[in-house]
């Protein structure tokens, strides 16, 4: 007599390395928070570092700009002394030159200056041809030693991550070592009802129950893949904390470097300034000389010379000074704009 059936089974396996399993998703999710958050730092690290280097270069091309105004001023004021017998072919070819030196620096200066602002585009995906409209000069940007000292203290989030890894590879060792030797537990049920044609109606006779204890012993083998897996985690938490202690000694080092890079770029500051203000009197004097006859032209070039240098030089040191407290705030994972202030 034919009579049709089906079968039911539920199984649960049970394990020591569940919550060891737990744990490592835990941590994995808190890795990648924590690498997002750097990725994130290194973003705005970029973008600032970047919209200072932009800040320099615009600061430049308009001294560029200056010069080669004063020198087409001057050389028209030589074509005039040139036509009443005050100033010589030589002195005109001289100053004529002079112009076209100034204007080709001008152009490569605004080269730079536009290519820098198409990086910073990239950077924050702006479209090409949107214009950017930035405020802010290097020259009023300001740290104080006080804050470049010892009053603020953090860690890189290289460091935080370089842990957080560490912290995963342990618990995911532990649960392969766990489940590779450890007993696991699992609870069986499986029903068969049966349909009875004579009693029109189905019958079961209350299913099975098991529970079994398992162990795997081809594990404890020397050879076995589960031991080498192990080693090999082994292995990289031992490089992992290498790399621990290496950054942290680097960290150190460069967070003393940092700071006494800052207090010497502010001290550099206050004598750039007495250098530019003296190189413009220097210049003047020169301007002065040049028109009662007493000072040659190249005298005059060269002391104006002296003036672009010493500004360019300010403009360098402001740069110095901004990029040393930028790096400083990325190395401490401190909020950006905690060093430098913009007055």
Wanted: glycine share 4%; with cysteine; net charge neutral.
């Amino acid at each position: 007599v034919w009579s049709p059936g089906f079968s039911l089974s539920a199984s649960l396996r049970i394990s020591p390395s569940i919550m060891a399993n737990i744990r490592q998703a835990k941590e994995d999710y808190e890795a990648g928070l924590l690498n997002y958050a750097a990725a994130r730092q290194e973003l705005e690290f970029q973008a600032r570092r970047l919209y200072c280097n932009i800040l320099v270069l615009r600061a430049n091309t308009r001294l560029m700009e200056q010069n080669a105004a004063s020198s087409r001023s001057r050389y028209e004021q030589i074509r005039t002394r040139q036509q009443t017998g005050q100033a010589s072919n030589l002195d005109e070819l001289s100053a004529r030159l002079d112009v076209q030196t100034q204007e080709t620096s001008v152009r490569s200066a605004a080269t730079a200056y536009e290519n820098a602002l198409d990086s910073l585009k990239n950077l924050l995906v702006i479209p090409p041809e949107e214009n950017l409209s930035l405020r802010g000069s290097l020259q009023t940007l300001s740290v104080s030693e006080e804050n470049a000292g010892a009053g603020i203290s953090g860690q890189p989030l290289a460091l935080e991550v370089v842990r957080k890894n560490i912290a995963a590879l342990e618990t995911q060792r532990k649960g392969l070592r766990i489940d590779a030797y450890g007993p696991s537990l699992e609870f069986a049920w499986n029903a068969t009802p049966l349909y009875s044609s004579k009693n029109n109606n189905w019958t079961d006779s209350g299913g099975q129950f098991s529970i079994g204890l398992s162990l795997k012993l081809d594990n404890f083998l020397p050879w076995a893949a589960a031991q080498e897996e192990i080693d090999s985690l082994g292995d990289a938490i031992a490089a992992r904390k290498n790399l621990l202690r290496e950054t942290t000694l680097n960290h150190g080092n460069t967070v003393r470097t940092l700071r006494r890079n800052i207090i010497q770029s502010a001290r550099n500051i206050e004598t750039l300034r007495l250098n530019v203000t003296l190189a413009e009197e220097n210049r003047g004097m020169y301007e002065e000389a040049y028109r009662r006859g007493a000072a040659d032209l190249q005298s005059l070039y060269s002391a104006r010379d002296n003036v672009l240098r010493a500004e360019n030089q300010l403009l360098s040191e402001h740069y110095n000074l901004a990029a040393a407290a930028l790096d400083l705030e990325k190395e401490l994972s401190v909020p950006f704009g905690t060093l430098i202030h913009w007055q």
